[in-house]
T-cell receptor, first 114, second 117 residues
Framework: SQQGEEDPQALSIQEGENATMNCSYKTSINNLQWYRQNSGRGLVHLILIRSNEREKHSGRLRVTLDTSKKSSSLLITASRAADTASYFCATVPPPQGGSEKLVFGKGTKLTVNP | DTGVSQNPRHKITKRGQNVTFRCDPISEHNRLYWYRQTLGQGPEFLTYFQNEAQLEKSRLLSDRFSAERPKGSFSTLEIQRTEQGDSAMYLC???????????????FGSGTQLSVL
């Protein structure tokens, strides 16, 4: 079962515009992570935000976390064609017998048109 | 190259055949994960190892799937009697494994694309 669910499923924008993707999750978390996946490749870690943080920045990325709404958003500013990829949020569900698996959502497919 | 390495990159097999994939994690990483991903979906957890110990296995993993990490370094994932539904990208990831998984980022390989005809 998937803990996180991204919205929208697909997003198409022009180069230079901002892209916002949302993630909703079901249970309490310690942290939330965002990953990027270029077509046919493995995932690359982008950013980790802890449950006691509300906002975090990394270059052109801005992540917010609202634990009361069980949601997170990823903002990519001044997008480039190279940002075209799928973006996934991932969390570790509450410990059940010591589970340490990272659970991914279905992802948002972002297309940045030149 | 000090990243996670997966071999082969592509595998085409006939239904009923056995296949084996290999993953070489980053050398100092203690934790190793296997995920499966189908088109348009996120990675789905299969199993993970802490050193050589297999600590968790997904309930979705049938008895036809087996994974090993004999010396706590590389890992193999074997699928016996493959079915068309096994066609997917099989991803391996590793992490330091020194604390809670939620605190660690995963480093992924490029995956093995399996096609079962």
């Amino acid at each position: 079962s998937q803990q996180g669910e991204e919205d929208p499923q697909a997003l198409s924008i022009q180069e230079g515009e901002n892209a916002t993707m949302n993630c909703s999750y079901k249970t309490s978390i310690n942290n939330l992570q965002w990953y990027r996946q270029n077509s046919g490749r493995g995932l690359v870690h982008l950013i980790l935000i802890r449950s006691n943080e509300r906002e975090k920045h990394s270059g052109r990325l801005r992540v917010t976390l609202d634990t009361s709404k069980k949601s997170s958003s990823l903002l990519i500013t001044a997008s480039r064609a190279a940002d075209t990829a799928s973006y996934f949020c991932a969390t570790v569900p509450p410990p059940q017998g010591g589970s340490e698996k990272l659970v991914f959502g279905k992802g948002t497919k972002l297309t940045v048109n030149p | 190259d000090t990243g996670v390495s997966q071999n082969p990159r592509h595998k085409i097999t006939k239904r009923g055949q056995n296949v084996t994939f290999r993953c070489d994690p980053i050398s100092e990483h203690n934790r190793l994960y296997w995920y499966r991903q189908t088109l348009g979906q996120g990675p789905e957890f299969l199993t993970y190892f802490q050193n050589e110990a297999q600590l968790e296995k997904s309930r979705l993993l049938s008895d036809r799937f087996s994974a090993e990490r004999p010396k706590g370094s590389f890992s193999t994932l074997e699928i016996q009697r493959t079915e068309q539904g096994d066609s997917a990208m099989y991803l391996c990831a590793s992490s330091l494994g020194q604390g809670r998984a939620s605190n660690e980022k995963l480093f992924f390989g490029s995956g093995t694309q399996l096609s079962v005809l």
